[in-house]
């Protein structure tokens, strides 16, 4: 890996970790983790999915560089996607053409893509997330992206605890 990645992937790390800190809204510091994920892995575009306890829906809470349209096709097939998510599985799909987890190909064209690394991570016992990176092209990702993908996650699961517990202390204190 050469030092201008190894300096854009520090940068990009310390930059989260300081909106986190600071408090900055969840949706922008959700769409900035996102927007990095897609930016440094050369995706055309990315998601961050969650799933709450007692729910069958993967919200999408944050997305860049893909169409309204596409997000709303359900382009994956979220039953197996759940079943991943909840069991910690890394989906990486190269071929959308022919892998069965893919349920609608046309969106998924229409949209230019190719290919997915999908990333879960447990938020907290009862709600769990998924980053998503989207390519035009097949893609095997590299050692240094798929940690740098896993960091990005786990700051996205932190702003959303972080989020969650600054709500909690503000509804305390408006109780007082």
Excluded: W
């Excluded at 900035?32 to 799933?51: C, D, N, P, Y």
Aim: glycine residues 8%.
């Amino acid at each position: 890996m050469n030092r201008d990645m190894i300096d854009s992937y520090f940068y990009a790390l310390t930059r989260v970790v300081d909106a986190i800190y600071q408090e900055e809204p969840l949706d922008d510091t959700l769409y900035f983790i996102v927007s990095l994920a897609a930016e440094l892995t050369g995706a055309k575009g990315g998601t961050i999915r969650v799933l709450e306890h007692g729910s069958f829906n993967l919200k999408v809470v944050a997305s860049y560089g893909l169409s309204k349209a596409y997000l709303d096709s359900g382009a994956i097939d979220h039953g197996r996607s759940i079943t991943e998510i909840r069991e910690g599985d890394v989906i990486i799909i190269n071929d959308f053409d022919n892998d069965p987890r893919i349920q609608d190909k046309h969106a998924a064209g229409r949209e230019g893509l190719r290919a997915v690394i999908g990333i879960p991570f447990t938020v907290n016992e009862t709600t769990y997330s998924i980053l998503r990176v989207y390519f035009t092209a097949k893609k095997v990702p590299t050692h240094e992206e798929m940690e740098l993908l896993y960091s990005l996650g786990k700051l996205g699961c932190l702003a959303i605890m972080r989020a969650a517990v600054s709500e909690i202390e503000s509804k305390e204190k408006s109780q007082l």
